[in-house]
């Protein structure tokens, strides 16, 4: 792939993805709880506020899916390309 010129990349960062299972989900709130920045339980069944989780939520996110008693929240390393300017 060609990259323009000022133009250096491509880089990649992994960041952490996570979804919510809806039909197993059993709205207890748990996730909400331990990860409030990810998780609301408002509407009854878990959604998720973000899907790209902040570096400083991931241990409390991670947290949130190995205490799920459903087994409802999965967790998905993702791996985004960058593309950075090239300082002159
Ligand atoms: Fe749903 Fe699991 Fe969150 Fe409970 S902990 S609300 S079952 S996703």
């Not at 491509?10 to 960041?15: A, E, G, I, S």
């Not at 998720?48 to 459903?70: H, I, K, Q, W, Y």
């Amino acid at each position: 792939m060609s990259v323009p010129a000022g133009i250096m990349g491509p880089m990649t960062d992994l960041f952490l993805e996570v979804r919510v299972d809806e039909e197993r989900c059993i709205g207890c709130g748990r996730c909400q709880k331990t990860c409030a920045g990810v998780f609301d339980t408002s509407l009854g069944k878990a959604g998720v506020r973000v899907t790209r989780v902040p570096r400083e939520l991931e241990d409390a996110c991670f947290d949130a899916l190995e205490d799920c008693p459903r087994g409802a929240i999965s967790g998905f390393e993702v791996r985004d390309v960058l593309f950075g300017l090239v300082a002159s």
